[in-house]
């Protein structure tokens, strides 16, 4: 299509803000400049070819050119000193025919600013924001900033100073206009190329489903927002007709993707054989409204085709109609009436054994079909892969709010920032609290810093201290020292208030960690009746290890409730580490009974200077059939002493016999079942299928009204030998989930109990001064589903999954308690994750050391991503001896490159380097602290790789990539 480019320097183009008089600019001013509009609104300056708002009284500048398609905006913009009344924003308004895009800018008046970003669509049924960007950045004050918009059909790029901000994409055309509010400004060197929409441009498509003409393929096999197996909307994963090697080649025979260039739209279209069948996302209509459902649909003579809309079923449907074909692609409509529906899914069935074609699907309001349109939306799968950078932005930033604690700002030049809690004297449990203070103005500020520190059994410590804080100065402050009881975790407010006028500046509400002075731990947390020994741990604060040097560590084998009469004493002088592991007989053997080492550290001079307990119970041998229990020193999971590391998916209880020998065959050794919505006979079923085919379930069982209640499920599992643990709690930050947890621990001490979180539920339990409920932490965090309409994968939401990850490491550290991690996997009517994604999943948590994985939502429709899922559990269980290993992990080995984060680990003469690309973009890995002139085997790649003669290693990384390290030492 040929363009027309018209260059405009711009100085006004102007429209009366609304209420505001009006002022005309000098007629020398204009002269030869005849496309602005005007007049200036009330306040607004024009000198030496600038247009100024000083005094900041706010005011809309509209470009004249009313269809703008795409264009080039650029200017140069500098925000002026004056009295400020936040919010203070400039914003540039793109009218688009689908809606309209608002970037705004606001400076903060002492520093810094903020970029926010969105496109509200003129139709509402896509909802009130499609699409939203929230960024902290540089926005100087009395300087000019360069500024530039470039829009197209698949893409709205802002530049700031150079710096590129991807924000969306911008189809159709309008107004462009500038708009500043309580915020003064100076605009200079204005200019717009543009290209006039054409009459074409200008008929706009009323289509509300996306991906209507099945273009876009986020992985090659399967359409995104679409299902060829779905008898319900939101259903998980695939029948069990499509769960065994040869439904996944059914399935892909009958849900076809084909490419001819004789679709009627595009590239592609759907080939569908029964029992396949059409269904979409949920869309959103309005009530009370008239649509019309179209499509282009080819079928035998004869043939019959239904096309409807449903709310759940395609059993169900609300409005449905049967056509027969013609042997050619022939378009059919299906007017109806919303009346009180909201949202319809769309689906396309016929009842014989042969196929069917169909393309070019629309929904529409009307009585009457217009010629097809794609939706508007889906510009947006053209755009870059880190278009999406802050698209799930209010997701991520929870996650950072909840882990920076809850702050109250009334005077943000004040600002505090890590505190934390440091060991002042071992012996009589003496901490400091620490903290960093800013004073951002330019004057010096009288502070006054309050802390109040409460403990889960003690009495609310005060401690206040009155600081000065030089102009623009950062600090770093130490309150007196205070004792603490429990060693443990530490609710804490700090407050900041000027101290001549106890004015508030600043509040904090946060749970601290307090480092552990001693810690000791057993290796299991119980033990079988003929286990003979106890492994156990003792750490040594670095505090405590200098007071304690030349002394002893005496170990007291006792009955917590009788500890003034141990059966034995045994000491150990003190190591040079800090962390000494000592096997310990264990004398007395009664089963059923709780029992402890009680470890005291004795100095030089004979003095206790600390102590502390390791409780373990003795088990009932007539209490199991089996022994599932953590290990305490590498947070692993034991099956009957054998390595156990969880890495299925989860399902129903109709998962059938078929089902589960292909999944075993699949190389999938553990499996989750729902029993919420079950009954015993069909868990019968399921459990002993499963244990023909050797593999461990863990029940997932939410109490639900009118369902078994999660102890019957509990008790009716016990006697399977292969039955691995149960979640009988999910997603709540109830108390009543430590009631339930601890019950139902307390009913299978043999088996692990946990409560599974997301990031909002966990901070709530993580928040209270009690231990995480559970033998594990486990935490779900799903990136790749409810993302904006039609945008591109990956997402740096991904990074979410790092956050969650690295908010339970301080608690898994501190409890001994490994992480388990759920996965996304099958989400049909969003996108499934491709490879890359699912790689990038299952390694961020192997780096942050997560010891268990589930994949939530049983086998994917994509048998691009069932692969994947399948390569990934072999790898795991290659890696599985390493990731076990009771080896202090390898020091000094670190990687150059912050975008590529690894994970060491030593295994007898071996050392294994795990290595995963954390960004979007190709990157070069530099490892350092490996053997030196080493020729290293690279698992799963089927190379080797060669460090230099200093120890490093170099490679590539694709995107989200990880590899693997493996060298033998000396």
Same mark, same amino acid.
């Given at each position: ?207 509300? +489903? ?29 029948? *069990? ?143 870059? *892969?880190?278009? *999406? ?5 209010? *997701? ?55 802390? +109040? ?52 500046? +600043? ?464």
């Amino acid at each position: 299509m040929m363009r027309i480019y018209v260059s405009i320097w711009i100085f006004c183009c102007l429209i009366l803000s609304v209420g505001a008089s009006t002022q005309n600019p000098k007629d020398d001013f204009l002269s030869g400049l005849q496309l602005f509009q005007t007049p200036l609104p009330t306040g607004f300056q024009v000198d030496n070819e600038v247009i100024a708002d000083k005094k900041g009284n706010g005011g809309i500048l509209e470009l004249r050119p009313r269809s703008i398609a795409e264009f080039d905006l650029s200017f140069q913009l500098k925000f002026v000193p004056g009295e400020w009344k936040n919010p203070a924003t400039f914003s540039i308004i793109a009218e688009r025919s689908y809606g309209v895009w608002r970037i705004i800018l606001s400076p903060y008046e002492k520093g810094g600013g903020a970029l926010l970003a969105f496109f509200t669509p003129a139709n509402k049924e896509f909802g009130e924001q499609m699409y939203f960007m929230k960024r902290k950045l540089m926005l100087p004050i009395g300087q000019f900033i360069s500024c530039r918009l470039i829009a197209d059909d698949s893409r709205l790029e802002l530049y700031l100073d150079g710096k590129k901000h991807l924000l969306g994409s911008a189809p159709g055309f309008g107004k462009v206009k500038l708009q500043n509010y309580r915020l003064g400004y100076e605009l200079r060197n204005v200019v717009l190329n543009y290209t006039p929409a054409t009459e074409k441009e200008k008929i706009l498509s009323k289509n509300i +489903v996306p991906n209507s003409s099945f273009e876009y393929a986020t992985n090659r096999d399967v359409p995104d927002y679409w299902s060829g197996s779905a008898d319900v909307y939101r259903s998980n994963g695939v029948p *069990n007709l499509y769960a065994t090697a040869k439904g996944r080649k059914l399935l892909r025979d009958i849900f076809a993707l084909q490419s001819s260039d004789k679709s009627p739209h595009g590239d592609n279209s759907l080939m569908l054989t029964p029992p396949a069948h059409l269904m979409s996302k949920l869309i959103n209509i309005t009530p009370q409204k008239k649509y019309v459902l179209s499509a282009y649909i080819k079928c035998d003579q004869g043939e019959k085709v239904t096309l409807g809309v449903t709310q759940s079923s395609i059993k169900q449907p609300l409005f449905a109609k049967t056509y027969e074909g013609n042997g050619q692609y022939q378009r059919v409509e299906l007017p109806f009436n919303s009346k009180q529906v909201k949202r319809v899914s769309v689906f396309a069935r016929t009842q014989s054994e042969k196929p069917f074609e169909i393309d070019a699907i629309q929904l529409e309001q009307g009585e009457i079909a217009s010629p097809y349109q794609p939706c508007f939306a889906d510009t947006g799968f053209l755009l870059a *892969n880190d278009v *999406n950078a802050d698209a799930c932005a209010d *997701n991520v930033n929870s996650i950072d709010r909840q882990t920076k604690g809850k702050f109250s700002v009334v005077d943000s030049t004040v600002e505090i920032d890590n505190p934390e809690l440091r060991i002042i004297d071992p012996q009589t449990s003496q901490y400091a609290l620490t903290c960093s203070l800013k004073n951002s103005s330019n004057i010096a500020a009288n502070i006054l810093l309050s802390a +109040v520190l409460t403990e889960e059994y003690g009495t609310p410590i005060l401690l206040q201290r009155q600081i000065k804080l030089l102009p623009n100065a950062k600090e770093q402050i130490e309150m007196l020292p205070f004792a603490l009881q429990n060693e443990d975790k530490v609710s804490m407010r700090l407050a900041v208030n000027y101290a001549n006028t106890l004015d508030p500046c +600043v509040t904090l509400k946060k749970t601290l960690y307090a480092p552990a002075i001693l810690k000791c731990y057993t290796e299991y947390p119980f033990y079988l009746p003929d286990e003979k020994t106890v492994r156990m741990v003792v750490e040594l604060s670095p505090e405590l290890q200098k007071s304690a040097a030349g002394g002893q560590v005496s170990i007291r084998y006792l009955v917590p409730e009788d500890a003034a009469y141990p059966f034995f004493v045994k000491t150990f002088p003190v190591l040079a580490e800090n962390r000494a592991v000592y096997e310990i007989p264990r004398e007395v053997n009664v089963p059923g009974k709780t029992f402890a080492y009680e470890v005291q550290v004795i100095s030089a001079t004979k003095k206790i200077l600390h102590k502390s307990m390791a409780k373990f119970m003795s088990l009932n041998p007539g209490q199991s059939n089996t022994a599932l229990r953590v290990n305490r020193i590498n947070r692993g999971i034991y099956f009957n002493e054998e390595e156990f590391f969880p890495s299925g998916i989860l399902v129903y209880p109709d998962f059938g016999s078929e089902q589960l020998a292909y999944y075993k065959q699949c190389g999938f050794d553990d499996i989750t079942v729902v029993t919420t919505w079950s009954n015993p006979a069909k868990n019968k079923v399921f459990m002993e299928e499963c244990l023909k085919n050797n593999l461990r379930v863990f029940v997932f069982h939410q109490q639900r009204k009118y369902s078994l209640s999660s102890f019957n499920i509990l008790e009716e599992f016990r006697k399977y030998p292969n039955f691995a643990g149960m979640i009988p709690n999910d997603e709540s930050p109830d108390v009543s989930v430590y009631e339930s947890t601890l019950r139902a621990k307390e009913n299978s001490p043999e088996r692990l109990i946990w409560c599974n979180q997301n990031f909002s539920t966990y901070r709530a339990f993580a928040n209270r001064l009690v231990p995480m409920p559970g033998d594990v932490l486990s935490i779900d965090r799903y990136p790749f589903i409810l993302q904006p309409l039609c945008r591109p994968q990956p997402t740096r939401d991904i990074y979410s999954i790092d956050q969650c990850l690295k908010m339970l490491a301080a608690d898994a550290e501190r409890e001994r308690k490994p992480v388990f991690l759920w996965l996304q996997s099958s989400e049909k009517f969003d996108k499934e994750p491709t490879p890359e994604q699912l790689t990038y999943q299952l390694y961020c948590g192997v780096i942050n050391r997560a010891m268990g994985f589930c994949y939530f939502g049983s086998l994917p429709e994509s048998d691009v991503v069932w692969q994947a899922m399948i390569s990934l559990n072999q790898e795991l269980k290659a890696l599985r001896p390493y990731l076990f290993s009771r080896n202090p992990e390898p020091k000094g080995i670190v990687s150059a490159n912050p975008g590529i984060r690894i994970l060491s680990k030593k295994l007898n003469d071996e050392i294994v380097v795990i290595a995963l690309n954390f960004s979007l973009q190709k990157q070069t890995g530099v490892i350092k602290g490996m053997e030196k002139s080493k020729n290293i085997e690279i698992l799963f790649e089927d190379r080797t790789i060669t460090s230099n003669s200093d120890g490093i290693l170099t490679d590539q990384f694709e995107p989200l990539s990880r590899h693997v390290y493996r060298l033998k030492i000396k």
